[in-house]
């Protein structure tokens, strides 16, 4: 539940004029989109619902009474994240009001939500991850279409088929070249959909992203537009080859060619939205009953490395990430899985069923 709905059941305090001159400067001067200016309103309805249970003036309060109200916010199930919404929505509000001389100081500054607890990323076992990669559509039993045949053409019938309605030889190869490539080289699928066939005519013009075959390794722009190399397996290349002799296939292609790698069916650069939907559907057909998408695979393909090297530094430089910190986060996971072996495997740790 977002803040909106958690506070259209409270009380709706009339607002005072300081607080309703405040909502007319964000309105005017800063020019808040009207869902912000409500949620500003929510929250200042709150703080002076606060404000009035304590006796307090709304200019009068100060850090004690903005620290009580988030415990009471807390104790009543808010979470950290809705807490820490609200304090900058009052945070806001008197820093204006410091401006404006109405306030000596903002009662708001140092006071901090509840720190929320980091989720563990989800990721595949390794045994469904194979499953998800070795999965082979019952249709592929008819094998590619003869040399110069002719994909179907127009929207409706490639829609039908992107929806699973029939085997397209086309659809096939290219979900099974992104599912390995995800899971090989564990891209974030910005990353994944910014890959061109070839790294550009001259190194004026370089691609976002590109796979280099003879080498084994994909150059991609990640975040920051930082590019980095990592290496694919051989099982991904063997896929990326298969989809890229059929690739080619005309269907309603366009004037200009697609630099594209991954493209959708009418021929343009496949979208992050759509990857996420044909992998969906791709693990629902190769019968994994957990949901998969992009960065589960990213996960999968972190934790298993870590699970398999322990080297933590190595995974933080392929996954691209800028402090090691963030990867940390696979050494809680790495050792959940260490844990839960231990729990089924060591006779001292088995629990009474």
Same mark, same amino acid.
């Given at each position: 539940?977002?803040?909106?709905?958690?506070?259209?059941?409270?009380?709706?305090?009339?607002?005072?004029?300081?607080?309703?001159?405040?909502?007319?400067?964000?309105?005017?001067?800063?020019?808040?989109?009207?869902?912000?200016?409500?949620?500003?309103?929510?929250?200042?309805?709150?703080?002076?619902?606060?404000?009035?249970?304590?006796?307090?003036?709304?200019?009068?309060?100060?850090?004690?009474?903005?620290?009580?109200?988030?415990?009471?916010?807390?104790?009543?199930?808010?979470?950290?994240?809705?807490?820490?919404?609200?304090?900058?929505?009052?945070?806001?509000?008197?820093?204006?009001? /410091?401006? %404006?001389?109405?306030?000596?100081? =903002?009662?708001?500054? #140092?006071?901090?939500? +509840?720190? $929320?607890?980091?989720? @563990? &990323?989800?990721?595949?076992?390794?045994?469904? /991850?194979? %499953?998800?990669?070795?999965?082979? =559509?019952?249709?592929? #039993?008819?094998?590619? +279409?003869? $040399?110069?045949?002719? @994909? &179907?053409?127009?929207?409706?019938?490639?829609? /039908?088929?992107?929806?699973?309605?029939?085997?397209?030889?086309?659809?096939?190869?290219?979900?099974?070249?992104?599912?390995?490539? @995800?899971?090989?080289?564990?891209?974030?699928?910005?990353?994944?959909?910014?890959?061109?066939?070839?790294?550009?005519?001259?190194?004026?013009?370089?691609?976002?992203?590109?796979?280099?075959?003879?080498?084994?390794?994909?150059?991609?722009?990640?975040?920051?537009?930082?590019?980095?190399?990592?290496?694919?397996?051989?099982?991904?290349?063997?896929?990326?080859?298969?989809?890229?002799?059929?690739?080619?296939?005309?269907?309603a292609a366009p004037a200009t060619p697609e630099p594209a790698l991954f493209i959708g069916r009418r021929g343009a650069r496949l979208t992050a939205q759509s990857v996420w939907v044909r992998l969906r559907e791709r693990a629902r057909q190769a019968g994994l009953t957990t949901s998969v998408h992009p960065h589960v695979l990213r996960h999968s393909f972190a934790s298993h490395l870590l699970q398999s090297s322990g080297d933590l530094r190595a995974v933080q430089e392929l996954l691209g990430h800028a402090s090691i910190a963030t990867t940390q986060i696979y050494t809680r996971l790495d050792f959940q899985h260490l844990a839960q072996a231990y729990e089924?495997?060591?006779?001292?740790?088995?629990?009474?069923?």
């Amino acid at each position: 539940m977002d803040r909106a709905a958690a506070q259209a059941a409270e009380p709706a305090p009339a607002l005072p004029a300081v607080a309703l001159d405040y909502l007319a400067h964000a309105r005017v001067e800063k020019r808040l989109a009207a869902r912000t200016l409500s949620l500003y309103t929510l929250d200042l309805q709150k703080l002076v619902v606060f404000a009035q249970a304590a006796q307090v003036e709304l200019l009068a309060l100060q850090v004690p009474h903005i620290r009580r109200f988030a415990a009471q916010m807390h104790s009543g199930g808010r979470s950290a994240r809705g807490i820490a919404l609200i304090l900058s929505g009052w945070r806001g509000f008197f820093q204006w009001a /410091a401006r %404006q001389g109405l306030v000596p100081m =903002n009662p708001v500054d #140092g006071v901090r939500a +509840p720190r $929320a607890p980091k989720p @563990l &990323p989800k990721a595949l076992g390794v045994e469904d /991850a194979l %499953q998800l990669m070795n999965y082979v =559509n019952a249709g592929a #039993g008819a094998g590619p +279409p003869q $040399a110069g045949a002719r @994909l &179907p053409r127009g929207a409706a019938t490639r829609e /039908a088929v992107e929806r699973g309605g029939h085997f397209d030889p086309w659809i096939e190869a290219r979900d099974a070249a992104m599912a390995e490539l @995800l899971y090989s080289s564990g891209l974030r699928v910005a990353e994944l959909v910014g890959l061109d066939v070839a790294p550009g005519p001259d190194t004026e013009r370089l691609a976002r992203g590109w796979i280099d075959f003879a080498a084994g390794e994909a150059h991609v722009l990640g975040k920051g537009s930082k590019r980095r190399i990592v290496p694919v397996g051989s099982a991904a290349l063997q896929a990326l080859q298969a989809w890229l002799a059929l690739r080619a296939q005309p269907f309603a292609a366009p004037a200009t060619p697609e630099p594209a790698l991954f493209i959708g069916r009418r021929g343009a650069r496949l979208t992050a939205q759509s990857v996420w939907v044909r992998l969906r559907e791709r693990a629902r057909q190769a019968g994994l009953t957990t949901s998969v998408h992009p960065h589960v695979l990213r996960h999968s393909f972190a934790s298993h490395l870590l699970q398999s090297s322990g080297d933590l530094r190595a995974v933080q430089e392929l996954l691209g990430h800028a402090s090691i910190a963030t990867t940390q986060i696979y050494t809680r996971l790495d050792f959940q899985h260490l844990a839960q072996a231990y729990e089924n495997a060591h006779p001292r740790a088995r629990r009474k069923r």
